[in-house]
């Protein structure tokens, strides 16, 4: 089983809300992404959490804050958001985030926001 | 970073006949993967194939297959009996190298089967 669900499919926020996109895996997996793509664009990583701890952070503005409770499922909380943070925001999951080169990432069908 | 390349920005193919998708790659690690991911309008990317640097053969799964030549740091996706599902922007991908598991995409190709 190669799934990855992340909740809600779509997300329509003003840029005063306070909300959280969700994520889980259950193949075992002990690394998550969350990855933002623009359209007509390739995606673009986010943060990376490898057992359970936060590995990388490309940089990321301070009002989107990841959280990890445990190693199947990964949070995205977004707090006053700019327009042009709407986006499709995609998880994945790997294997551990060993940087092997050769692991293969699972993607979730992703949450489109909208931010007004 | 290390770069992906992906030449096409749109192709189209008609149905029942094989496409080739192009993609050459920057890097300068003796051991790396490649990927290739499916992504429909629906937003899903869907992992088709890898392609390890030191595997002998080229990578096969089903209808998809590998065209990989190490030497000229290209690993085009053949797909073979193009189906009107197989419409969508399709990415190539590797590893940016180093101590992290960052994946690069290239900046995909959008397929348009037609019957």
């Known amino acids: 089983d190669t799934e990855v669900t992340q909740t809600p499919k779509h997300l329509v926020m003003g840029m005063t809300n306070k909300k959280s996109l969700k994520c889980e895996q259950h193949?075992?997996?002990?690394?998550m992404y969350w990855y933002k793509q623009k359209a007509k664009k390739p995606p673009e990583l986010m943060f990376v959490?490898?057992?359970?701890?936060?590995?990388i952070n490309e940089s990321v503005p301070s009002r989107f804050s990841p959280e990890c409770p445990n190693s199947s499922l990964l949070n995205l909380h977004l707090h006053a958001l700019q327009p042009e943070d709407s986006a499709l925001y995609l998880c994945?999951?790997?294997?551990?985030?060993?940087?092997?080169?050769?692991?293969?990432?699972?993607f979730g069908p992703g949450t489109r926001l909208l931010v007004l | 970073a290390q770069k992906i390349t992906q030449t096409q920005p749109g192709m189209f193919v008609q149905e029942k006949e094989a496409v080739t998708l192009d993609c050459t790659y920057d890097?300068?690690?003796?051991?790396?993967?490649l990927f290739w991911y499916k992504q429909p309008s629906s937003g899903e990317m869907i992992f088709l194939i890898y392609?390890?640097?030191?595997?002998?053969q080229n990578a096969t799964e089903g209808r998809y297959s590998l065209n990989f030549q190490k030497a000229r740091k290209s690993a085009n996706l053949v797909i073979s009996a193009s189906q009107l599902g197989d419409s969508a922007m399709y990415f190539c991908?590797?590893?940016?190298?180093?101590?992290?598991?960052?994946?690069?995409f290239g900046t995909g190709t959008l397929l348009a089967v037609q019957p």
């Open positions: 959490y490898s057992y359970e701890k936060l590995s």
């Open positions: 991908a590797r590893f940016n190298g180093g101590a992290t598991n960052k994946l690069i």
């Open positions: 994945a999951s790997s294997q551990d985030g060993i940087a092997s080169g050769q692991e293969t990432q699972y």
């Open positions: 890097t300068s690690d003796p051991s790396y993967g």
């Open positions: 193949m075992g997996h002990r690394a």
């Open positions: 392609q390890g640097s030191y595997d002998q």
